[in-house]
């Protein structure tokens, strides 16, 4: 099956606690991206990366880090987490650019205390 | 005034009912996506259009371009439709790397 796949989908973690969000798809997609969803604000994108090895800073970057090594795999990485972290994240995959269909994982609810 | 306006905010419909959620924006595009969003869940695309008009089951899209609006239909509408709907545009100028989002639409549909 098609799928964008996250993991975890709920965290709770603690101020400074460096985590890492996975997200994977097994589509062979060129393109994968990171967004947060904020009530009020609605989804907002962090990182995204057109091919292996190339990622670039999205509309809310900061706090964020993102690699992408092989094809399949986009992690974001939050190296020291703040409360203003405290967000729904989606990762999407699509196989070229988002003006090709979109794919969606199901989001990870993270929240920093 | 955000690049991407849904209307409306929120639309409660009995069961059965014709449905329509619009959206504007400002800015030319590239393509432009209907998402849906179940509560406590994922998203899941609808549509993607640059053109015209698609359907899907009971789901109908439409884009006019010149006018930059598009609309999202939806008949014999049934209570497993109710989620937020999201519509989002891929802005020219940016290789379709770039999505802009509007806040949604919260839609109930009512047995």
């Keep these: 099956e098609a799928q964008v796949t996250q993991n975890p989908r709920y965290l709770i973690t603690v101020t400074g606690k460096k985590l890492t969000v996975t ?25 995204y990366s057109m091919n292996v090895e190339v990622t670039d800073k999205g509309d809310v970057p900061e706090g964020y880090k993102v690699s992408r090594k ?12 703040s409360p203003n972290q405290t967000s729904l994240y989606f990762c999407a995959s699509s196989p070229r650019t988002m003006n090709t269909e979109a794919f969606f994982g199901q989001g990870t609810r993270l929240t920093v205390v | 005034k955000n ?45 993607m259009l640059s053109s015209g008009k698609k359907k899907h089951g009971r789901l109908i899209a439409t884009i006019n371009i010149q006018e930059k609006h598009s609309s999202l239909h ?9 989620a937020v709907y999201i ?25």
């Excluded at chain 1, 097994?26 to 994968?32: A, G, K």
């Excluded at chain 2, 939806?74 to 109710?82: K, L, M, N, Q």
């Design chain 1, 23 to 47: 997200c994977s798809q097994n589509m062979n997609h060129e393109y994968m991206s990171w967004y947060r969803q904020d009530p009020g604000l609605g989804l907002r994108q962090i990182y």
């Design chain 1, 70 to 81: 092989e094809k399949r795999n986009f992690p974001l990485i939050l190296e020291s987490p």
């Design chain 2, 3 to 47: 690049e991407v306006e849904q209307s409306p905010q929120n639309l409660t419909a009995q069961e059965g009912e014709f449905i329509t959620i619009n959206c504007s924006y400002s800015v030319g595009i590239s393509a432009l996506h209907w998402l849906q969003q179940h509560p406590g869940g994922g998203i899941v695309s609808l549509f």
């Design chain 2, 74 to 82: 939806i008949t014999a509408s049934h209570p497993r439709d109710s």
């Design chain 2, 87 to 111: 519509c989002a545009v891929s802005p020219l100028g940016t290789s379709g790397s770039r999505l802009t989002f509007g806040e949604g639409t919260q839609l109930t549909v009512n047995p």
